[in-house]
């Protein structure tokens, strides 16, 4: 259990800085490689963050045979190309949300990992925050009651200079950007919903500007909201019966949260190392060192479901990816 986990970095924009800010806090990791296609920035990244190696080209660094895991931090067009052929050259792969355009490129990078033996997760980070562990616990113990209404946003103002925003062809959107937070919440707490209805607007590239969602349930019922358009606080409500839990903001990043419940409030906290990209880091190493091929926190089958509703989402309003086409039956 001393051995330490060998990382390879797939793509190296600001979420893969965020993410090696956190690597090196987490002990049982270290960075190995980093790739680019524009190798004179993955020097300027290796440089910068202490990496053994770096790489012109994907697959340079996925013939690395010191790498143990592979994140991909591509667009999100790239996912599952990229992940199934980490697989294919055995390596253990964590890869960014969305995990893929469709529920059916979901399926092939599931399948490859099943054939290949190998290690595969949706760096779906939140789901790994002590804080939302914490509260997940506190809903199925029944201390807020039965869980009657959840509200949760993510909306900021996007730069115009961001062109993966507003790329249809990368994948663009705030639903699978950002969207794809509230919905995961609603889907943590609540489940698969019985019907979903949805509205959006656009962008002229025909990339979703900004959607409201409702999950309608036998019981209960989640309105969620995504938008580069507009801030928004991004705060998080969870209601039941008996209480109510508010996630401090921004929930997705939460550290603490407050209870209400008989006539009282409770401020709870549970601190997260670095930015919080470290619990999921974690998780993956310790599933790699027990030799596990998917997290019982966030499964193969968590991530199959999640994009199941993503695409039920695009589908209420209308939104279609090339993957779409590219990936039917038909």
Partial sequence: MNRKIKWGIIGLGKIAQKFVNDLILVETAELEAVASRDLAKAEAFAETNHSKKFYGTYEALLQDKLVDIVYIATPHNSHERIAVLALKHQKAVLCEKPFAINQQQVFNMIEASKKNNLFLMEALWTRFLPAIKKIKNTVET??????????????????????????????????????????????????????????????????????????????????????????????????????????????????????FKDNKEEKISFPKTGKGFTHQIEECNLCLLENRTESCLWSHQNSLELITLLDAVRKEIGLTYTEDRLNSPN
């Fill in 142 to 259: 029944g201390e807020i009651g039965e869980i009657k209404y959840l509200n949760a946003d993510f909306s900021f103002k996007a730069n115009p200079s961001i062109q993966r925003i507003y790329d249809k062809e990368l994948g663009g959107g705030s639903i699978l950007d950002i969207g794809i937070y509230p919905i995961f919440l609603a889907y943590l707490i609540l489940g698969i919903p019985e019907k979903i209805i949805a509205k959006a607007h656009f962008f002229e590239s025909g990339a979703d500007s900004q959607v409201s969602i409702i999950f309608d349930y036998k019981n209960a019922q989640a309105v969620l909201f995504s938008s580069f358009n507009s801030n928004s606080k991004r705060e998080a409500k969870i209601s039941g019966t008996l209480g109510e839990i508010m996630i401090d903001s921004p929930w997705n990043e939460a550290s603490t949260f407050t209870l």
